[in-house]
């Protein structure tokens, strides 16, 4: 069983930065492609970003491109979100999920976390 945990949600200015990470217990991802999804209030849940499991390859949503970076440390499994430049419009409840597929992990992802409240000011 696997167990992904977010930390790092808080209340930034815009303009702003925020650093999500995720962390996994229960046993080791190190052969688990893993992302980010977020969801806005009345608004479905969407894709962020996806890292695989080497951290080799990155994609992004266009909305997040430019400004949020995914990372990963293998040896401490745990998956990062450095979030840049942050708008009004990320406001959001921030979910890390993870799947051994990378093909599937922006779509539908084995695990979940239990999601971290990003707000956004103006």
């Known amino acids: 069983q696997v167990q992904l945990v977010e930390s790092g949600g808080g209340l930034v200015q815009a303009g702003g930065s925020l650093r999500l990470s995720c962390g996994a217990s229960?046993?080791?991802?190190?052969?688990?492609?893993m992302g980010w999804f977020r969801q806005a209030p009345g608004k479905e849940r969407e894709f962020v970003a996806a890292?695989?499991?080497?951290?080799?390859?990155?994609y992004y949503a266009d909305s997040v491109k430019g400004r949020f970076t995914i990372s990963r440390d293998i040896t401490k499994n745990t998956m990062y979100l450095q979030m840049n430049s942050l708008k009004p419009d990320d406001t959001a409840v921030y979910y890390c999920?993870?799947?051994?597929?990378?093909?599937?992990?922006?779509?539908?992802?084995?695990?979940w976390g239990q999601g971290t409240q990003v707000t956004v000011s103006l």
């Open positions: 890292v695989t499991w080497s951290g080799d390859n990155t």
């Open positions: 999920a993870a799947d051994p597929n990378i093909a599937v992990v922006p779509t539908t992802p084995r695990y």
């Open positions: 229960g046993r080791t991802l190190i052969w688990h492609a």
